[in-house]
């Protein structure tokens, strides 16, 4: 079965550094998303991508964050300079297509800022 | 306003037993209702989900029961095994971005 993939599977770095979070969506895909979990914490909507643009991002996707979908499999965030309350498990999400269109997770990234 | 309140927090059932969980929302501008489940160290799953056209909808031993006046939504586990244990969230859906507005969560436990 298709599934989303997702690397790494654990990063730790530096407050102030950069950091590329990166996902594989299923192949016929076509709506993709960033989610974060703080540890403990439910679920939180970042940003979602659509056309090779962004469609809607929330007020968590600063200016610090980015996202791009350079080669047309690879799905990337990246945050410029993080801050330690930047540590969360970062979720990549796509859906096929408009209509009935479950979103499929990827395992996740904890990102671990220190 | 996008919030959705989930409950109860945390919920113990012995095996054998039924799990209720309770989700409210106010925006009128979700189309679609769909309860997640997620283990430790893994992402969210879809377990089962519901459009507003239909007030309950059974799979198996879980079943979503839709109330769109009172704008809430609920998820039974009937007959809850000790692999159910997990965490589930409500997550409606945006009719126009389809991004999820997850409620905070209920830790299930299921006792042998």
């Known amino acids: 079965e298709p599934e989303v993939t997702q690397t790494p599977s654990h990063q730790v770095t530096q407050m102030g550094q950069e950091v590329i979070l990166r996902c594989v969506p299923i192949s016929n895909h076509l709506y993709f998303y960033w989610y974060r979990q703080i540890l403990g914490q439910k679920v939180e909507f970042l940003v979602s991508f659509y056309n090779n643009e962004i469609s809607e991002k929330s007020e968590i996707f600063d200016d610090q964050f980015s996202v791009e979908r350079p080669d047309g499999s690879n799905f990337t965030l990246k945050i410029r300079s993080t801050k330690l309350e930047d540590s969360a498990m970062y979720f990549c999400a796509s859906i096929p297509r408009r209509e009935g269109g479950e979103q499929y997770f990827g395992p996740g990234t904890r990102l671990t800022v220190t | 306003q996008q919030q959705v309140k989930q409950s109860p927090q945390s919920l113990i059932v012995q095996k054998g037993g039924i799990s209720i969980i309770n989700c409210a929302y106010e925006?009128?501008?979700?189309?679609?209702f769909p309860w997640y489940q997620q283990f430790p160290g893994k992402g969210p799953a879809l377990l089962i989900a519901i459009r507003p056209d239909v007030s309950e909808k059974k799979e198996g031993r879980f079943t979503i029961s839709f109330n769109k006046s009172a704008k809430q939504f609920s998820l039974h586990i009937m007959d809850s095994q000790p692999g159910d244990s997990a965490t589930y969230f409500c997550?409606?859906?945006?009719?126009?971005?389809?991004?999820?507005?997850f409620g905070s969560g209920t830790r299930l436990l299921v006792r042998p």
């Open positions: 997550a409606p859906r945006m009719d126009s971005s389809y991004k999820l507005i």
């Open positions: 925006n009128t501008a979700f189309d679609y």
